[in-house]
């Protein structure tokens, strides 16, 4: 009696279907090993009332005192850094520091979707710029600080010889 064999293309299939289970299986069985630290919330889901329970147990912060301020307080690193202003324009998004001095900082820019930079000047100096350029032009913003806030002019269009 001539012994059967199957037809190639069905071998084929079966060692793709038992190598996709397999490697189904295999996939399964580490997210299970590994658990909640991939899958849930490290400690578990709090309800209302964990939440409540906790709030009360946790320790009032004392009130501060009334001492008055002294002049180490303004010589402190919040006050060296200086006042910070955030300003969005048609190319994009700059954020500036004055410093002491009314010095001004370009702290960081981002330019909108479709622009680019193309220049700036951060400083720290009298007035910092940066440029960007996109499909409607050329924005531009200078900036200064007046009695320690940064303030803006907004320049649209010019040539690269403008500055």
Request: charged share 20%.
């Amino acid at each position: 009696m001539p012994s059967v064999k199957p037809p190639r293309p069905v071998v084929v299939a079966a060692g793709w279907l038992a190598a996709a289970l397999v490697a189904t299986l295999a996939g399964l069985g580490g997210i299970r090993l590994v658990g909640d630290s991939l899958t849930g919330t490290p400690g578990g889901v709090r309800s209302a009332e964990d939440v409540e329970r906790a709030l009360a147990a946790a320790p009032v912060p004392s009130a501060p005192t009334s001492a008055p301020p002294s002049a180490a307080a303004s010589s402190s690193p919040a006050a060296a850094r200086g006042t910070q202003a955030v300003f969005a324009g048609a190319g994009g998004t700059a954020t500036v520091r004055c410093r002491p001095g009314d010095q001004a900082y370009l702290d960081s820019w981002s330019p909108a979707p479709g622009y680019r930079v193309h220049d700036y000047d951060r400083g720290p100096d009298d007035e910092v710029r940066v440029r960007f350029e996109g499909p409607d032009g050329r924005a531009e913003f200078r900036f200064h600080c007046a009695g320690g806030v940064p303030q803006r002019e907004q320049r649209r269009g010019g040539s690269d010889d403008d500055d």
